[in-house]
């Protein structure tokens, strides 16, 4: 088995995702680009290896259960192991989200995807983790999903939001559960917010760049071994549940 580090990145091929690709290649790390569509995944492989990273394509659709396992057999096949995942791919389901107006395939969706999305890719990917001596998760959330920060007196989380909101405060929990059992092992896993970027996600909207944002999945991908797991950190620190 090769001494270099190895990590898959899905969503990758573009914003936030494809930042920590570049990231985590500039680390001189093996990245896996977890994407869906071929041609995207394989334009973003091309320009991360242009840019002098060791990247290589993993087709992946998170809700698909054939496409994660094979995603898992061929870092099986390739490497044999896998040291980092980053569960970054993630949908809004689109707005707008009331709840008294809610669209319930839009909260399918979302939930879909951000979390029983992840549920399912750390699950078929955790034997190849188990083989590494540093295993580490990043479940990219965000502070959307605070429930203290949407109930703080003035608190602003952005407008109602019935799907995506809630569905990163599943993915919270759900990231402190993976740490209540992983407890004795050596993986941690975390989740992280990489605060409000202007991606696709967003129409472009958000104040900071997918690079910025992108920081704080590497902090997290990169923690030393005594380093914290089941908690929800963004680059300022702490986010309180
Ligand atoms: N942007 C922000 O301000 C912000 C703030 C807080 C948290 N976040 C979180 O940061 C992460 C990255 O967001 P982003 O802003 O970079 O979003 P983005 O530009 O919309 O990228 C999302 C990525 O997820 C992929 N994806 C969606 N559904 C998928 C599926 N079923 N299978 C595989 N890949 C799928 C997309 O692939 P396609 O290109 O094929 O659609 C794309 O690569 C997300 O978890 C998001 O919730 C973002």
């Known amino acids: 088995m090769s001494g270099q580090t190895i990590a898959l990145v899905t969503g990758a091929n573009k914003g936030i995702g494809y930042e920590i690709a570049v990231g985590l290649g500039a680390l001189g790390w093996s990245v896996g680009v977890g994407a869906r569509n071929d041609e995207l995944r394989e334009a973003a492989v091309q320009k991360l290896r242009a840019a ?112 995506y909101a809630p569905s990163k405060t599943f993915l919270n929990a759900v990231t402190v559960q993976y740490a209540k059992e992983l407890h004795d092992t050596n993986i941690l896993i975390n989740a992280g917010c990489p605060g409000y970027c202007a991606t696709d996600l967003n129409g472009f909207r958000g104040v900071r760049t997918p690079e910025q944002g992108a920081a704080i999945a590497i902090r997290l991908a990169t923690l030393p071994d005594d380093g914290p797991t089941g908690g929800f950190f963004d680059d300022e620190g702490v986010v309180p549940w």
């Open 52 to 163: 002098g990273a060791d990247a290589f394509g993993v087709p992946i659709d998170v809700t698909d259960d054939a496409s994660v396992a094979a995603a898992a057999r061929l870092l099986e096949e390739r490497s044999g192991r896998l040291d980092v995942l980053v569960n970054n791919a993630a949908v809004t389901g689109g707005m707008a989200q009331t709840p008294t107006t809610a669209d319930l395939a839009a909260v399918r969706t979302a939930v879909d995807t951000n979390v029983i999305g992840v549920i399912r890719v750390t699950n078929a990917l955790l034997t190849l983790l188990r083989r590494s001596a540093s295993p580490r998760i990043v479940n990219m959330s965000s502070s959307v999903g605070s429930l203290s920060r949407q109930t703080a007196p003035g608190g602003e989380t952005g407008p109602i939001s019935l799907a």
